[in-house]
């Protein structure tokens, strides 16, 4: 686990992770990791559906700069999330760290009763574009950082594991269109440790 290997170079970490979330039990965890990362003065971008219990520090930064290591983007419907995605691409800072909560995207988009209505199929596509759009946007950050000699920024995908809209060949299909090479997480302390290690937080 991450926590064993202190001697890892930073050229051979994986950035990319996903982490399998069967439930919304995640969500403690998760801000606690951004308000860990803010402290260290790391810029932190989230993308989520939902309304999270944020703690006053992020709830309300205690400067202009320290807002400027906090975003928190509400993606209010998934036909609209691939644009406002990559039109994340011009705000500045670049995040050290990139949260997408595709759990929650995907719960909004299931629980819809307009959406209910569409054929598997449609909303197979709309997770699809979702996916793109957010490597996409990744793929821009990771070139922005290279160009301007920063340092490389981490990215967790958090997907659902129930209540998919997908088939379990649709699902692995996603991953290794989108996702392949990510390192996956069942456990989001293991995560949590790696990107310590990752972002030099130790």
């Known amino acids: 686990m991450p926590a064993d290997m202190p001697h890892i170079s930073e050229n051979d970490l994986i950035r990319n992770h996903i982490f399998l979330a069967p439930n919304g039990e995640y969500r403690r965890h998760l801000v606690k990791l951004c308000e ?70 995907v719960a909004e988009l299931i629980g819809r009763p307009v959406l209910q209505q569409c054929s598997r199929k449609t909303l197979v596509r709309h997770v699809a574009k979702c996916a793109a759009a957010f490597c996409n946007y990744l793929e821009m950050v990771h070139v ?24 379990p060949a649709q699902f692995k299909l996603l991953i290794g269109l989108y996702f392949s090479g990510n390192e996956l997480y069942t456990n989001f302390s293991a995560l949590s440790e790696r990107i310590r290690l990752s972002q030099g937080l130790h």
């Open 144 to 167: 922005s950082k290279q160009k301007h000699n920063r340092n490389a920024v981490d990215a967790i995908v958090i997907m659902p594991t129930e209540t998919y809209p997908l088939t």
């Open 36 to 105: 860990l990362c803010v402290e260290h003065e790391k810029k932190v971008l989230l993308m989520t559906q939902n309304q999270m219990s944020l703690p006053g520090t992020l709830k309300k930064p205690r400067s202009l700069v320290h807002m400027e290591r906090w975003m928190s983007i509400a993606l209010k419907d998934i036909e609209s999330a691939p644009r406002r995605i990559i039109e994340l691409y011009d705000c500045q800072p670049r995040p050290d760290l990139i949260i997408f909560d595709m759990h929650s995207i």
